[in-house]
């Protein structure tokens, strides 16, 4: 697609819920980043794909985090467990990948997640 | 480990004054250095990138940023605020090793009439 997509936009779930975040990056893109974004806190790294390689996890906060990447395209982050401190927008980026990474990450506007 | 430092969580300037958002940061390594804005409920946009080369980086909307080595800083100017440039704004380090991207906690940016 033309840019990078998450969905849904907004979720609103209760504490102890799962929930799972998806993003679908720029075609092409063989790298994919997620982070987590709350008030006053700047980004916080959580896990990063590139093509067929393991994926760094060594952001993920907590053992009810995972993502998996399907056929080097879509994106899902899972969130077992909910509580509340993981209320937060959590968006999505790709580039080109390793050896091209001075082009930069495309971002998604992200998935605005508030647990009640 | 890299890091960045933006000095100032809030700036305010006027219409027509200059920009200035300051951005150190810390790599063992030469930083690739990046600015990025962000509006309101939107995404990230990228505004300037250094990797290589000249350290005087031009982006869009009029801003840039100087890479100095010897003050570790990559600082973002823009000569005359506009309205349009409220927005918050993120630096980010990364280096050779493609390690993902660090970012400072972001310094917002109110432009006043």
């Known amino acids: 697609g033309a840019g990078v997509s998450q969905s849904p936009s907004n979720k609103v779930t209760e504490k102890g819920k799962d929930v799972e975040l998806r993003c679908d990056p720029i075609?092409?893109?063989?790298?994919l980043y997620w982070y987590r974004q709350s008030l006053g806190q700047g980004l916080e790294f959580l896990i990063y794909?590139?093509?067929?390689?393991?994926?760094?996890k060594s952001g993920l906060p907590s053992d009810r985090f995972s993502a998996e990447r399907t056929g080097g395209s879509v994106s899902t982050l899972t969130i077992q467990r909910t509580q509340q401190e993981d209320s937060a927008v959590y968006l999505c980026?790709?580039?080109?990948?390793?050896?091209?990474?001075?082009?930069?990450?495309?971002f998604g506007s992200g998935t605005r997640l508030t647990v009640v | 480990a890299q890091s960045v430092t933006q000095l100032g969580s809030h700036v305010s300037v006027s219409e027509g004054a200059l920009v200035l958002l300051r951005c150190n940061y810390s790599s063992s390594v030469p930083p690739y250095l990046f600015w990025y804005v962000q509006y309101p409920n939107q995404g990230l946009q990228l505004l300037l990138k250094?990797?290589?080369?000249?350290?005087l980086v031009k982006g869009i909307n009029g801003f840039e940023a100087e890479f100095k080595k010897s003050e570790t800083s990559f600082h973002l100017t823009k000569p005359s605020a506009h309205m349009s440039d409220a927005a918050e704004y993120f630096c980010?380090?990364?280096?050779?090793?493609?390690?993902?991207?660090?970012f400072g906690k972001g310094t917002r940016l109110s432009v006043i009439a």
């Open positions: 075609s092409g893109h063989t790298a």
């Open positions: 980026a790709s580039s080109l990948g390793r050896g091209r990474f001075r082009y930069g990450y495309t």
């Open positions: 250094y990797t290589t080369g000249a350290t």
């Open positions: 794909f590139q093509g067929n390689s393991a994926p760094d």
């Open positions: 980010a380090v990364s280096d050779v090793r493609n390690t993902p991207l660090v």
